[in-house]
DNA sequence: TTGTAGGCGTTATCAG
DNA sequence: CTGATAACGCCTACAA
């Protein structure tokens, strides 16, 4: 018991090679650059970082040694004394909703091509968790971006006091947002399902907290007053594929013939549900549905939807925050993207019924 | 001239509160609370993080004080003598394929529940972007989650010898790999289609350098043998909704009456091609995808298709990543989690041609 | 149990 | 243009 085994292997160290003494370091800093340059560590450090602010020589001389040594800056230690870390965050609602997907892919793409890497995290639907969440975060990164944020107003200010703030699905007063214009699509589809012969269109809408379902509600009403055409609006629904499944008997219930609904997975779900009730579509009931995210036209029939360029807004909100970051001040504070109506196979003439 | 105007403001100063002093200081540090709480900032560091090593009567003037200041850790800070960021990296080939959404959404799940926040990115399918992004990461994250890695074997070990990583989706000997099962959703898939009297089956193969695309076809070529069934392989396609559309035609002249793809887009592409030359599916010819993405339902016929869990295997390999973290040594090295057919409308009978 | 002192790898402020 | 030297905020022996 008091001798420990000496040597549990007795393999032979591969490959040690004496001359790498301090080559294979695991990480040679601005120090081991230095000692092999000759120059001092501060040195390195311009050399490294600053554009201009070393001799041609010397900073090719740095340049060798530290590409000998196959120094890699270490992030955090020089986001320590400059508080910068190259970094932004973005916080969606509901990580199982494709409707972000495109989202996250939108900014994570465009994060890239500026250098800066993305930290994704998500609030569960929740408004506390996501301030939580988005707490934490902001002592890690150089922005956030709040995709369809549930938080006051209030907090998200207070947010943005701290770091650049960029939000996305919804207007907060005195941030930078960038939202659907969801008026056009809107229109055009109720424009079109009123050319179609409809008088009376039911809207789902999503979740009670979401700014966004509440703004297509507007845009849904009046632009049916405009067409003449009566519009109302069933109880809040959950925004999934299961949710829009549960809505069809109130959907069927009020006697419109034709439904939009918050989001696409609300609109496949009733689809499904209704086509699994022996209701035709569109031949019965008109469907609209929302964003046009991905698989919407992988049902038969394909689903007519308002489209909201999600990955665009991804990317905007990553442009915007980058800007921010780097630009003082930048006046622009909400960045309008389009949203159209994709017509496919969902909606269509209203046939008599009897 | 002689007298300077002696007060340029009379205002009195708004809000002057002399206690708040330091309490609304931007980001209060251990010194600040050390400060209130008339302790040794070393003792407030220990307070905060280690459990028990401090009395507890200090330990709640600590926690009051840090509250009262509403102090939070920086993380960086912290990590700069550690080492560690609890964080974790999970690098993507193509964050527009569906297929990863899952994977990113189990990962960043099971991340956040043992309170690690994952940063994300992508190789848009280059082996050398891809290197180069891992070891970016490497020097931020405490580990790194690759998901259908399109590097070498020889450098995902290499990077493995600096931090855990955890595979998806291949198997790379010396690292911890979380694979599915293919060969018993396959055999499971051909029995139903030999079932079925298919007797030739064409496969339609992915990327050449996707280790899965090799995998599926070898189960499938085993699976065709032991059923007595024709096995054909086509040309490698591009893994999406338009690759398959475009690989239509070559698959109407296998001759086979039955199709796997090596993914549900490709299934999905291939569908919607066929249907629109007037093929009818399944009667004329069979599909199963691979994957069950999201989406794959939605087809008319749905899709049948060998899912593989990938929300799983996301969960499983941050579950297995953590534990790397946190456990000096686990043995396992490969988790093999279960595929299996689930049989929808895409696939059935052969009928009769002429 | 608590305080002291040094260090983690960079950047930044001064001199020189 | 380059070299010292002090932060940055926290952790961690080591000593008291």
Chains 1, 2 share one sequence.
Not at 87 to 97: C, K, M, P, R
Not at 248 to 267: E, P
Request: charged share 20%; with cysteine; proline share 6%.
């Amino acid at each position: 018991m008091s001798e420990p085994s000496p040597h549990e292997s007795d393999v032979p160290e591969p490959h040690s090679s004496i001359k790498r003494l301090r080559v294979d370091k695991a990480n040679p800093t601005i120090y081991d650059i230095a000692r092999v340059a000759g120059v001092n560590p501060s040195t390195v450090s311009r050399a490294l970082s600053k554009p201009g602010r070393v001799s041609a020589k010397t900073l090719k001389i740095i340049e060798d040694a530290a590409a000998e040594l196959n120094y890699q800056v270490n992030p955090i230690a020089r986001a320590l004394p400059t508080g910068r870390t190259n970094t932004f965050g973005l916080i969606v609602a509901d990580i199982t909703n494709p409707t972000f997907f495109d989202i996250i892919r939108g900014a994570q793409t465009t994060g890239t091509l500026r250098d800066y890497t993305l930290v994704l995290a998500e609030s569960a639907e929740s408004a506390v968790t996501e301030l939580t969440t988005a707490r934490r975060m902001m002592t890690t990164v150089d922005g956030l971006i709040l995709a369809s944020p549930r938080m006051d107003d209030h907090d998200i200010r207070a947010l943005a006091q701290d770091k650049p703030v960029v939000v996305i699905n919804r207007e907060v007063e005195g941030v930078s947002c960038v939202i659907p214009d969801v008026a056009k699509g809107i229109s055009e589809a109720v424009r079109s399902l009123a050319g179609n012969g409809h008088k009376r269109i039911v809207f789902v809408p999503g979740p009670p907290q979401s700014w966004m379902s509440a703004r297509r509600w507007d845009a849904v009403q009046s632009a049916c007053e405009w067409s003449r055409v009566e519009a109302v609006r069933l109880e809040s629904a959950k925004p999934t594929v299961d949710g829009g499944r549960r809505v069809a008997r109130a959907v069927l219930a009020s006697g419109a013939t034709a439904v939009m609904t918050y989001n696409d997975l609300l609109a496949i779900g009733l689809l499904q549900e209704l086509q699994a009730g022996g209701i035709s579509v569109p031949d019965e009931i008109s469907i609209v549905g929302f964003d046009d995210i991905f698989g919407a036209d992988f049902t038969t029939p394909p689903l007519t939807t308002v489209r909201s360029p999600l990955g665009e807004c991804g990317a905007a909100a990553a442009t915007r925050l980058l800007d921010l970051l780097t630009d003082a001040g930048s006046p622009i504070e909400i960045m309008q993207v389009e949203t159209e109506l994709v017509l496919r196979g969902s909606s269509g003439k209203v046939l008599a019924k009897s």
